[in-house]
């Protein structure tokens, strides 16, 4: 039987299917390298997979805006970060309560719970008149005054708002077309606040100094404008510039263990972190205050001068601590300033990060003079108050009574070497008569001098008997005023009639009270040999000028000087009962009468 053949089938055609197939495995071989380079470049899309729902957004604080670019930015920029509208934000202790704005990212109130105004009300710091002109506290200070301008006006964006209490942080950031801002503050419990911050344009550091530029709240007077100071220390040297020796601008460069600007009894002083590094810039301004505070009038206005500083680190970025508050001893001592480095490696191990540097106590200024006398004063005028008699007004009576009658001594040996020299003094001016007529240069004037050496040495008088006992007691008494002028204890202290023993005395009872006992003082002192139309112009002119000298002191240096006076009085009318006194006044009263009959 004839095979069948399937009519759609070709003869070979099984043979040429099979050598189709071979060939193309065999293209498909040699293309695999080629295939493979390319195909990597491209990856393939992802699979399709189930997600996690995307986290909510976080809160920000009120008035933050954050703008992100949809395109990646430029090199160099960064994302714009600003608020969108002004917000407070308070921190609070035991001691002050401050109120800090995100516009400049700077202090608008600064007030020291402790210690109050005129009105008996909290003392606020920040100077009402000058701080909306010339700066707030802890704004920044560059020398580019547009920068700085737009530094303190920008909104920042906070990391707080409303009411916190310290312990506490807050930061303040901003940035926009290049520029970077950051603040950090840190607040205890103390007077102390702990500052960094830093600023940047186009990627590069800005010297840009935390500052204090315009004066203190309590200033409401011509004297209290005049007491301010901008002060800086290293080491043990403090230097003070008074109002007419700070100049507006001028840098001061460290090294600095602190520095700020002061008044008479409040600072605002920083401390930096590298004292080696530290530049100061002075700040002076001037505004219009009220000639008469009871009664303003924009027509009887008088100029006065306003201090601030701004201090910060060379290198850009700034870390330092502020100290804004009483310039109280016991406070002051507890702060103390940074080492330099080289202070820090001389100290050697256990001495890095702990501030052993000097402390503020160099902000009360006892003088240079009479320093060494004036501070042991005020502490026992302070062991006084807070041991014997809780006012102030009675321990500087206390005070001045026992200072008094234990410098009696001194004070009789001076009334009775007086009252010698004025027993021997027509003697004395009768030899002077007797060599007038020759001239200071004729050899014969020591001869002069010869009879009067015998004359004091006959008499027992020491020509300089009563200067030495004064001279002693200068030093003391100088010291003891200059204490009672910067001892913030007596800031609103009242006494009796007196509501603050720092201001002058309300009734000027306390300086008629010292005119009075000058008069009766000088009518009791033995002046024989003065002349009389002399001593009648003494008796009154001086009681005259000491009075208006102490009608604008304060009421506390006020009690000490008449007290003072009383107490003279009573030790002289001492001296004129005795023997001795009775004896000089009748020569006197002799003496007086033979001037008077010629």
């Avoid at 714009?80 to 800090?100: G, H, K, M």
Wanted: hydrophobic share 40%.
């Amino acid at each position: 039987m004839n095979d069948f053949q399937n009519p759609q089938q070709e003869p070979g055609s099984q043979k040429r299917l099979l050598l189709a197939f071979a060939l193309t495995f065999l293209v498909i071989a040699l293309m695999q390298p080629l295939i493979t380079r390319y195909t990597k470049r491209a990856a393939p899309p992802p699979v399709p997979q189930a997600t996690a729902p995307a986290p909510a957004p976080q809160a920000q604080p009120a008035g933050e805006a954050t703008v992100q670019a949809a395109k990646p930015s430029p090199p160099g920029t960064v994302a714009t970060r600003q608020a969108t509208s002004e917000q407070q934000t308070v921190i609070e202790n035991d001691l002050y309560r401050i109120t800090f704005t995100n516009r400049g990212a700077q202090v608008k109130s600064w007030i020291l719970k402790k210690y109050s105004n005129e009105r008996g009300e909290p003392l606020e710091l920040v100077n009402a008149i000058a701080a909306p002109k010339y700066g707030y506290p802890l704004s920044l200070w560059t020398h580019d005054a547009g920068l700085r301008k737009r530094l303190n006006e920008v909104l920042y964006v906070g990391s707080a708002s409303g009411e916190q209490r310290a312990a506490a942080s807050l930061t303040f950031e901003y940035a926009d077309q290049g520029l970077v801002v950051r603040k950090d503050f840190r607040f205890d419990h103390s007077y102390v606040v702990t500052v960094e911050t830093s600023v940047e344009t186009g990627g590069s550091p800005v010297q840009a100094f935390p500052a204090w530029p315009a004066g203190f709240g309590d200033q409401t007077m011509l004297a209290s404008y005049a007491a301010a100071r901008i002060e800086y220390q290293f080491g043990n040297k403090i230097e003070r510039l008074e109002p007419k020796k700070v100049s507006g601008g001028n840098t001061i460069r460290g090294p600095f263990h602190w520095a700020g600007t002061v008044d008479q009894y409040f600072g605002a002083v920083f401390l930096p972190e590298e004292p080696e590094n530290a530049v100061l810039v002075t700040l002076h301004e001037s505004i219009q205050i009220p000639k008469n505070l009871d009664k303003p009038d924009p027509n009887q206005m008088q100029q006065v001068s306003v201090l601030g500083a701004a201090v910060g680190s060379v290198t850009g970025v700034t870390r330092e601590r502020v100290f804004v508050g009483p310039k109280a001893l016991d406070v002051l001592e507890s702060v103390h300033a940074s080492l330099t480095r080289e202070e820090r490696a001389a100290m050697g191990p256990g001495g890095e990060g702990e501030y052993h540097g000097p402390d503020l106590s160099g902000l009360v200024d006892f003088g240079s003079w009479f320093g060494f006398i004036a501070k042991p004063l005020f502490t026992w005028l302070k062991w006084t108050h807070d041991h014997w008699v809780p006012n102030w007004g009675w321990a500087i009576v206390i005070l001045t009574v026992v200072i008094n009658v234990a410098m009696f001594p001194l004070k009789w040996t001076t009334m009775k070497s007086s009252l010698k020299m004025q027993k021997v003094q027509p003697q004395i001016k009768a030899i002077q008569e007797k060599y007038k007529k020759y001239k200071l240069t004729d050899p014969r004037r020591g001869d002069m001098n010869k009879e009067v050496s015998e004359v004091y040495k006959r008499e027992g008088v020491n020509p300089v008997g009563g200067c030495i006992p004064m001279l002693l007691q200068m030093p003391f008494l100088f010291a003891f005023y200059t204490m009672l002028g910067v001892a913030i204890e007596l800031r609103h202290a009242s006494w009796l009639w007196v509501r603050d023993l720092s201001a002058p005395d309300p009734y000027h009872i306390l300086p008629i009270g010292i005119m009075v006992t000058m008069f009766l003082l000088q009518k009791m002192t033995p002046t024989g040999g003065m002349d009389p139309t002399q001593q009648k112009m003494m008796a009154f002119m001086m009681p005259l000028m000491i009075g208006a000298i102490s009608w604008s002191l304060s009421a506390g240096l006020g009690v000490y000087w008449m007290l003072g006076n009383i107490i003279a009085i009573v030790q002289q009318v001492i001296v004129n009962r005795t023997a001795f006194g009775r004896e000089m006044r009748e020569h006197m009263e002799k003496q007086a009468r033979k001037r008077h009959a010629k």
